[in-house]
């Protein structure tokens, strides 16, 4: 049995303090004195995370808005660095984030101290380039995706497969009733969720288009129920886009968080690529995938990618098994027609169940233990 170790973790944004605080609870319950510092959000600070700065200073996205906070960022990271490499945790563990953990790894890497990414770079969909820096940056990588290891092997990096954390958390048998009892829903509503994602670029971009989306689904169906989780922070920009989009008079009802529990209670949703798809999927919702950057980011981004594929459920099970609307084929009309495409095709949706039910027993492997298991060889290595 090795010792409890000394963890320092960065994560950004919402869905990196999530993955974080379900790892962090992992570790505790084999290491129970497991301290841990760094950068992280409430979810990590509930599981007696020290943060050194909040995860939402890492809450960027896209190359133009990385640019804009470069000086910032980098401040933070240097900063970061010259501590850990005074204070020597066992193991350093950047989740996700890449283009700013690996530039922290590396040197972290250099100078002794064991270095783990939690979650491969999607390098198997854009930016392939980016394995040479995680070769660099990490002596072994937590993956969340059966086909990962194999292909880090061939550039001569470790890695694991350890499962979607989610997967663990997400029952396989869907709480729909209780969630829909928890949001005062009716077991005889017909449930639209909206998810236009945890940033403020994605809210600005992507809120507009769903809301408006809505709009057109009210009007071929009155009797529809819509519901928004607001992420934190965000609570005065989603009624700002409501109220633009003229939606105020439309049967929505906003909630703060309970993503989940959204997901859970409705029918369909209509959902910001990301990782909130992925939990869409592991709910076994039907779901319209939309998204929107800026121009810039659009421009640079299309020309890294290597798939068809833009959202998570349809990149894992290579196909287009729900509808994506990306950048300019994001139009309400289309979005609209998509998602009531599914309320009407039975047949349609219970397929759809079928390969989600069989995608979220593939992803279902104690992700917890496996990583616990992974980091205590990578110490016993040390």
């Not at 029918?267 to 810039?296: N, Q």
């Not at 979005?335 to 309320?343: C, D, R, S, Y």
């Given at each position: ?14 869905s ?12 505790h319950?084999?290491?129970?004195g ?5 950068i ?11 943060a ?7 809450s ?9 906070h470069?000086?910032?960022l980098?401040?933070i990271?240097n ?18 984030a890449?283009?700013f ?21 999607s390098?198997?969909?854009w ?10 940056a ?18 001569g ?7 979607h ?5 997400v ?9 829909r009892?928890?949001?005062a ?18 809210i ?7 809301l ?18 607001i ?46 798809t992925?939990e ?14 800026g ?17 998570l459920?349809n ?21 609209a027609?998509a998602?009531?495409?599914?309320l009407d095709d039975?047949p ?7 390969q989600?039910?069989?995608?979220h ?22």
């Amino acid at each position: 049995m090795t010792p409890a170790p000394r963890l320092a973790m960065v994560a950004g944004e919402a869905s990196g303090d999530q993955l974080a605080s379900l790892l962090l609870a992992g570790l505790h319950e084999r290491w129970p004195g497991t301290r841990a510092v760094g950068i992280g959000g409430p979810q990590m600070l509930a599981q007696g995370f020290e943060a050194w700065w909040p995860s939402d200073k890492l809450s960027v996205f896209g190359f133009v808005d990385a640019l804009r906070h470069y000086r910032e960022l980098v401040g933070i990271r240097n900063q970061l660095r010259d501590r850990l490499l005074q204070e020597r945790p066992d193991v350093f563990i950047g989740v996700d984030a890449p283009d700013f953990n690996f530039g922290l790894e590396a040197p972290l890497k250099a100078a002794g101290i064991r270095t783990v990414h939690f979650v491969c770079p999607s390098i198997w969909a854009w930016r392939g380039e980016r394995v040479k820096k995680l070769a660099a940056a990490a002596d072994h990588v937590l993956c969340l995706y059966p086909f990962e290891p194999a292909l880090l092997a061939q550039h001569g990096v470790a890695a694991t497969f350890v499962g979607h954390p989610m997967a663990d958390k997400v029952p396989l048998d869907v709480p729909r009733a209780d969630a829909r009892r928890s949001l005062a829903l009716a077991e005889e509503d017909t449930v639209v969720a909206l998810l236009p994602g945890s940033r403020r670029s994605e809210i600005r971009h992507i809120a507009p288009a769903l809301l408006q989306a809505a709009l057109l689904m009210a009007q071929r169906r009155p009797e529809l129920r819509f519901v928004l989780p607001i992420a934190p922070g965000l609570r005065t920009m989603v009624e700002q886009a409501v109220v633009e989009a003229g939606a105020s008079h439309l049967n929505l009802q906003l909630v703060d968080g309970r993503s989940h529990e959204v997901l859970a209670a409705c029918d369909v949703t209509l959902i910001a690529s990301g990782t909130a798809t992925l939990e869409a999927a592991l709910y076994k919702r039907p779901m319209v995938i939309v998204y929107r950057l800026g121009w810039l980011n659009w421009q640079l981004m299309r020309r890294m990618a290597y798939q068809p594929w833009f959202g998570l459920p349809n990149i894992l099970l290579k196909d287009f098994v729900v509808p994506e609307f990306i950048q300019d084929a994001a139009e309400p009309q289309a979005i609209a027609q998509a998602g009531l495409a599914w309320l009407d095709d039975v047949p349609r949706q219970e397929r759809l169940q079928r390969q989600f039910t069989d995608l979220h027993h593939s992803l279902r492997q104690d992700t917890s233990a496996r990583s616990s298991d992974a980091l205590a060889t990578l110490l016993q290595k040390a």
